[in-house]
């Protein structure tokens, strides 16, 4: 059984920072690609940020610059760093295994997704 655990969301004030945490459980996942996904209401699901089994990254362009995607391949592990928070990164985020080793944007190529975690920006 595959598990994904989002932590790290919580409510912070405009330019503030989190830092989420995904751990990943039931299988090894460094030979795929990861991403973090973002929802906020009456939106679709959007790709935040993503990074291929070898590290490459990708970054959306409302967030380039102020988020920071890594993985630690050994703890099974991807963070998101979100500093200068504003109002409209208010979301539900998601992090998700894909099927392929580099990053893709649909989300419709990621088979594995965690339950998801709030984060809210007030202005």
């Known amino acids: 059984q595959v598990h994904l655990v989002e932590s790290g969301g919580g409510l912070v004030q405009t330019g503030g920072s989190l830092r989420l945490s995904c751990a990943a459980s039931g299988r090894t996942f460094s030979s795929y690609g990861m991403g973090w996904f973002r929802q906020a209401p009456g939106k679709e699901r959007e790709l935040v940020a993503g990074?291929?089994?070898?590290?490459?990254?990708y970054y959306g362009d409302s967030v380039k610059g102020r988020f920071t995607i890594s993985r630690d391949n050994a703890k099974n592990r991807v963070y998101l760093q979100m500093n200068s928070l504003k109002p409209e990164d208010t979301a539900v985020y998601y992090c998700?295994?894909?099927?392929?080793?580099?990053?893709?944007?649909?989300?419709?190529?990621?088979?594995?997704w965690g339950q998801g975690t709030q984060v809210t920006v007030s202005s």
């Open positions: 998700a295994v894909g099927r392929l080793k580099a990053v893709v944007i649909s989300s419709v190529m990621y088979d594995y």
């Open positions: 990074i291929s089994s070898g590290g490459s990254t």
